[in-house]
């Protein structure tokens, strides 16, 4: 095996629907539904379902830490 190189498969999402968020993030589904509600986290309606893109996700993230951090 040697000089020989595994490939990995990595899959990106691309938005996440507010149920996923949870095991995403590690952040409870009322307190994502909080977030949506207030409009704290931008959301898209997409049909009938409601997604976070994931730059959206990242961006909202990364504000909170740097709120915590204050």
Known sequence: MEGKRM???VTLKLSWRPKELPAATGLSLPFW???I???KV???RVGGA???L???LRE???GKEEEEGE
């Open 50 to 52: 409601v997604i976070i």
């Open 7 to 9: 490939q990995e498969s």
């Open 42 to 44: 931008k959301v898209r």
């Open 60 to 62: 909202f993230l990364q």
């Open 54 to 56: 994931d730059s959206d």
């Open 33 to 35: 539904r909080k977030m």
């Open 37 to 39: 509600r207030l409009d």
